[in-house]
């Protein structure tokens, strides 16, 4: 069984594309609309989700790329989560516009398998990223609309090996009972409440350096072509038709990211081959 996060912004069609392509009933959905989306996005997705018993909204909250916003969110979604349900044994995040790739009963039978472990991406940061360091090394501060870089130095957390990979896992409840309930964890949070895009970094950097004992694959299922913006930033690039036999091959289980108004074909695409899977 498993608790499925979606993270809404745009995009209200997509959206129910998506969560009708995740949907089972055994399963436990919980979606957070940014509030800086407007009432009419949170009011549209509140009924779509009224006809679902095992979907329901997470109080909205504002949040801003590049702040621990992201990562408060997660948190606090994660918690509902188990409050919501004991059954539960994998957690999944997604952004509304992300896609699955494969049927919930092939997650579902692969997970069944892999019981205990956690599929994240992790990267010791100072070896693999170092030109992403400004992002624990200065300090931020998330103000408004935007994240403010201050330009202040301040030590890193001592005994700590910093981690980065990217937003979207697969987590096993064990670890998330740990990194929302441990002590251990809260010398975290305040460290990486003033970095800069923490949600790559947060989860990653606690389950490399605390006492949890889990199973980590490397690995967080997801298919995304990550193209440059900037110097040192990437981006996910829009699939769209051309890539459908590519998207079908892939052994990911979800993709990212598609955009309804760039090119809504791959979706339906996606959609029959999912059918074709049951």
């Known amino acids: 069984m498993i608790a499925y996060l979606i993270l809404v912004h745009r995009y209200p069609g997509q959206f129910k594309r998506l969560f009708r392509g995740i949907y ?11 509030k800086r989306s407007g009432v009419g996005l ?14 329901s909204l997470l109080i909205s909250q504002n ?7 992201l990562v408060d969110v997660e948190l606090l979604a994660i918690k509902e989560l188990l409050k919501i349900g004991s059954e539960w044994e994998f957690f999944i995040n ?22 205990g472990n956690d599929f994240i991406r992790v990267a010791n940061q100072r070896k693999v990223r170092p030109e992403t360091l400004n992002r624990i090394q200065n300090y931020f501060i998330e103000f408004s609309n935007r994240v403010l870089h201050t330009f202040i130095k301040r ?3 001592r005994g700590v090996t910093p981690h980065i990979g990217n937003q979207w896992m697969i987590l096993s409840r064990k670890f998330c ?27 990653q950097t606690v389950i490399m350096n605390t006492s949890y004992k889990g199973i980590i694959v490397n690995d967080d299922k997801r298919t995304i072509d990550w ?3 900037g110097t040192i930033k990437l981006r996910p690039r829009d699939f769209t038709s051309k890539d459908a036999e590519f998207l079908i091959a892939s052994q990911g289980f979800f993709a990212r990211k598609f955009d309804e108004t760039v090119d809504a074909g791959i979706l339906s695409i996606l959609e029959s081959n999912l059918s074709l899977a049951f």
């Open 24 to 34: 089972h009933p055994a399963n436990y959905y919980l979606v957070h609309v940014d």
């Open 42 to 55: 949170q009011t549209e997705i509140h009924h779509f989700l009224s006809s679902f018993t095992n979907a």
């Open 63 to 69: 949040t801003l790329w590049g702040g621990y916003s």
């Open 94 to 115: 997604l952004s509304g516009q992300d896609f699955p790739l494969k049927s919930q009963t092939h997650i579902q039978d692969f997970l069944s398998r892999n019981r």
């Open 155 to 157: 030590p890193y957390l």
């Open 177 to 203: 009972e740990f990194v929302c309930y441990s002590p251990e964890v809260e010398r975290f949070k305040r460290f990486y409440r003033h970095t800069f895009i923490p949600d790559e970094g947060f989860f």
């Open 227 to 229: 193209v440059p913006m």
